[in-house]
């Protein structure tokens, strides 16, 4: 059963081998509603910790030439907030290890001067202008202005089962870790992003939670995730429910597992879960993406012993952004790493009965969360 909560996995990673090679991430995505004009824009929120072990009072970037050059491992806090849509923008902000607090117990926190989060709440400010983009390429950043003031509630898990776990975790036995506390996340506060107000309502902000942490990325990487659902044989929306998928090629003590993904979807109470590192339930998966001049697409089949899974899923180039993360050897090796949150897909679900397959339904997604990339060849 994967919708079982376990907070222990959101804390802060960063111990032992980790400290010196690692990082630890805290994502948030939702929904919120232009205050004056209804209009609704889809953001996100990371909190991005570095290598603590090689920490200094102010932040060491990676990117920049200098440190490059002597082989200088990066070392920070980034906070990195924006936007998709046809404005979307990714800004990026570090702080060094002496200017933030990070709590390394349960439930975690990490403060600083202009930025908070918590299991319960997320609040901070970036504002970047253009000349500081320009001249910084190594704040790997967009130019622009957003606060964020939130309340959190995570009410659906993925838990991923042993692969995370405690015994796990302590061997630090897996290249990245992946903990999804918050499928379904209610946001409550306001974002002001380039001076516009945005109202973020618990019930209409379709939100999602999630941490990884590791030593280095999977390529190839793929994501996709939504709670906005809606049921082509009913016509009514599936409240409650919500799907998750990822990974691409996880790798234990440095041995690829290539194609392999990770997916849950609760639907209508019900839970239906394609966990490749669960053998006993034969686990099958296939995916492929694609992109066009104009939009990028999604395919995955997953089946286990009692059901299937298809999901397809587009989203417009134009409403996506290629995000930026440098590994924590200092190397950026995803140079072309799609990331959006307005996509739309569809799903089918079905039974195994007697060697046949039962439609149980066919489901219309929406605010889908979707990511691909693959390491610069």
Same mark, same amino acid.
């Given at each position: 059963?994967?919708?079982?909560?376990?907070?222990?996995? $959101?804390k802060c990673m960063l111990f032992s081998g980790f400290a010196f090679n690692g990082y630890d991430w805290w994502w948030h995505n939702f929904t919120g509603i232009n205050e004056k004009t209804g209009e609704k824009k889809t953001f996100f929120i990371e909190y991005y910790l570095c290598n603590p072990g090689h920490g200094r009072k102010e932040a060491v970037l990676g990117q920049l030439e200098a440190n490059k050059n002597k082989g200088i491992k990066p070392s920070y806090l980034m906070v990195k907030a924006g936007c998709w849509g046809e404005d979307s923008l990714e800004l990026?902000?570090?702080?060094?290890?002496?200017?933030?607090?990070?709590?390394?117990?349960?439930?975690?926190?990490?403060?600083?001067?202009?930025?908070?989060a918590s299991e319960n709440s997320i609040t901070g400010m970036i504002s970047i202008d253009e000349q500081?983009?320009?001249? /910084?390429?190594?704040?790997?950043?967009?130019?622009?202005?957003?606060?964020?003031?939130?309340?959190?509630?995570?009410?659906?898990?993925?838990?991923?089962?042993?692969?995370?776990?405690?015994?796990?975790?302590?061997?630090?036995?897996?290249?990245?870790?992946? /903990?999804?506390?918050?499928?379904?996340?209610?946001?409550?506060? &306001?974002?002001?992003?380039?001076?516009?107000?945005?109202?973020?309502?618990?019930?209409?902000?379709?939100?999602?939670?999630?941490? $990884?942490?590791g030593r280095d990325f999977t390529s190839p990487w793929l994501w996709l995730s939504s709670n906005n659902l809606k049921s082509r044989l009913t016509g009514k929306k599936l409240k409650g429910s919500a799907f998750d998928i990822g990974g691409g090629c996880p790798k234990i003590y440095m041995v690829s597992l290539k194609r392999k993904l990770l997916g849950a979807f609760y639907y209508r109470g019900e839970e239906y879960e394609y966990n490749f590192s669960k053998f006993w339930d034969k686990v099958h998966t296939r995916f492929r993406f694609y992109e066009? &001049?104009?939009?990028?697409?999604?395919?995955?089949?997953?089946? $286990?012993?009692?059901?299937?899974?298809?999901?397809?899923?587009?989203?417009l180039k134009k409403d996506m952004i290629c995000i930026n993360y440098e590994?924590?050897?200092?190397?950026?090796? /995803?140079?072309?790493l799609l990331n959006g949150g307005t996509g739309i897909g569809r799903i089918k679900l079905y039974k195994k009965l007697?060697?046949?397959?039962?439609?149980?339904?066919?489901?219309?997604?929406? $605010?889908?969360?979707? &990511?691909?990339?693959?390491?610069?060849?």
């Open positions: 059963m994967f919708a079982k909560s376990d907070v222990s996995r $959101n990026n902000k570090f702080y060094g290890w002496g200017e933030i607090a990070v709590s390394r117990s349960v439930p975690y926190s990490i403060n600083c001067k202009d930025c908070f500081t983009a320009k001249d /910084h390429p190594e704040y790997m950043t967009d130019a622009g202005s957003m606060y964020w003031n939130l309340k959190v509630s995570k009410n659906l898990p993925f838990n991923v089962g042993y692969g995370a776990s405690k015994l796990f975790r302590d061997l630090e036995a897996f290249e990245m870790y992946w /903990h999804v506390e918050g499928m379904r996340t209610l946001f409550d506060g &306001e974002v002001v992003l380039n001076g516009v107000t945005y109202k973020v309502i618990p019930n209409k902000c379709y939100g999602y939670a999630d941490k $990884n942490w066009t &001049e104009d939009a990028a697409y999604w395919y995955v089949a997953q089946e $286990n012993l009692d059901s299937v899974m298809i999901t397809k899923v587009k989203c590994s924590p050897d200092g190397m950026k090796r /995803h140079n072309k007697g060697g046949k397959l039962k439609l149980i339904d066919d489901i219309d997604a929406y $605010n889908v969360g979707c &990511e691909y990339g693959e390491y610069d060849k």
